[in-house]
Every structure is written in C-alpha cells, then in structure tokens.
C-alpha cells in the first residue's frame, strides 16, 4: 500500500527520530495527538514500519493484562502469565532492542486506573521511546499524570489537510486524473482538516471520472452531490 508524503508525516517521523537519537539522560516519551479522521493511524503505522517500532492498537476493553499480552504478541516473545512477569518480559525485549513502542487509541489508557502508570513503567524498565497516539484532548487527560507528563520529549499536534497534502493524495487515490487546483481547493475546504474526507472524495471523483470518461476534472465538472462532508444523506420521503 502507497503512503502519501503528507506533511503529518514528515512531523512524526521527525519526533520519532528526536525520541530514537536523543542524548543521555534526555526523556524518551512522544505524544501524538488530534482530531479524528486527520490521518493518525495511518502515519504513525508507515512510521513504525520505517523504525522497525512495535506497534498496538488498544480497545476499550483492554486491562493492563491485556495491554502486555499484545505487545508480547507484537514483539513475538512468550506470554507470561501474570501482569508482574509480562511487564517484565516487554520491557526486558524493548531494552535489549531499543526498538520504539507505538500505542495507539492510547486515549483508552488515560481512562483505565493504572494504565498510564503501566505504560511509564514500560519506558521506565527499558528507557526506549514510547510514543502515544490519542484524540486532540490527550495531552490536557495527561496533566494529571504528573510523572508521566514530564518525561515527554516530543509534544506533536497532528495538521489539519492542506492543499500540498491533497494533491499527494490525489497521486495515489486518483491516479492518471488531472484535477484542476480550484478542485483540491474546495476538497480540503470541505474537509474540515480531515485526511480522510479528502482521500474519500478524491475516489468518488476518481469513479465518477472514470463513468463519465473524464481524464481531467475542473470546477465546472464538479457533480457535488457525489461530495462526502461526513454527514448522513437525508431521507426523502414522500
């Protein structure tokens, strides 16, 4: 799968290396944070990817046990059998790798007693990065972590779309179609920041392009009744 070059990316990977190259004694936590739909996931996985990190995702539902387990998983390492002898195991792995540790969703952990004191202890037993991944409100949630708080390197707010952002997109989700620059204009002003409204309109123009046997697209061959905005379409009744 291709990845755009957007500019979020450019931002993680920069943090990212700040947490890998970092001088002694310097913290190695990262926190990654805004609003949905502006392309978290999908760059901090081409991150991991590019770093050999260790990546997971959290659920609502996961317990510290639950937590561990997956990164042992991840890491292909046994899975203990108690949450003292996982912790350990995670952090004996992460230490002699000093691979970096992605967690993502990682706003589920601000609402679970002890997680966020699991995770400082995780980087605390290893000294490798970690990096956390949240919603827009992560960083305000940590404030109250005091200690886990202050051991963060990289503070790193997540940018809202821009139109350089939109025509790299457009290479990869509406290939061989010219799209005049008032197009991508109006896809990210619609877009409300969102990645993820930009890429899911440019393969609506990208089809209907190719029914109507378009190779280039301006303004005026807009059909805008086929433009996602992120709300559900209204019934009509009669």
């Known amino acids: ?13 920069v943090a990212m290396e700040a947490l890998v190259e ?52 991840e890491m292909s390492i046994p899975v203990a059998n108690t949450v003292p002898n996982l912790l350990d195991s995670v952090c004996e792995q992460l230490a002699a790798s000093q691979r970096p540790l ?7 952990a601000v609402s679970k007693s002890g997680m966020v004191e699991l995770i400082r202890d995780i980087y605390e037993g290893s000294q490798a990065p970690v990096m956390l991944v949240g919603e827009e409100m992560l960083p305000n949630k940590l404030k109250r972590f005091e200690r886990f708080h202050g051991r963060v390197l990289r503070w790193v707010p997540a940018q809202p779309v821009s139109l350089s952002d939109a025509r790299l997109l457009a290479n990869i989700y509406a290939p061989d179609l010219e799209l005049d620059t008032a197009v991508l204009e109006m896809l990210v002003a619609i877009s409300h ?19 109507r046997g378009l190779a280039a697209m301006g303004f005026d061959d807009l059909d805008r009744s086929k433009l996602y905005q992120g709300e559900a379409p209204k019934r009509s009744l009669k």
Not at 193 to 211: C, H, K, P, Q, Y
């Open 22 to 73: 970092r001088q002694e004694g310097l913290p190695g936590l990262g926190v990654y944070y805004g609003p949905s739909g502006f392309g978290k996931t999908t760059t901090v996985v081409a991150v991991a990817n590019a770093t050999r990190a260790y990546y997971v995702q959290m659920r609502s539902a996961w317990s510290k046990k639950t937590l561990l387990e997956k990164v042992c998983i």
């Open 102 to 108: 992605i967690i993502d969703e990682a706003d589920h």
């Open 193 to 211: 920041g969102s990645v993820r409204r930009v890429t899911v309109n440019l393969v609506n123009l990208f089809e209907d392009a190719n029914i």
């Open 1 to 13: 799968m291709k990845i755009a070059n957007i500019n979020n990316l450019n931002l993680v990977s």
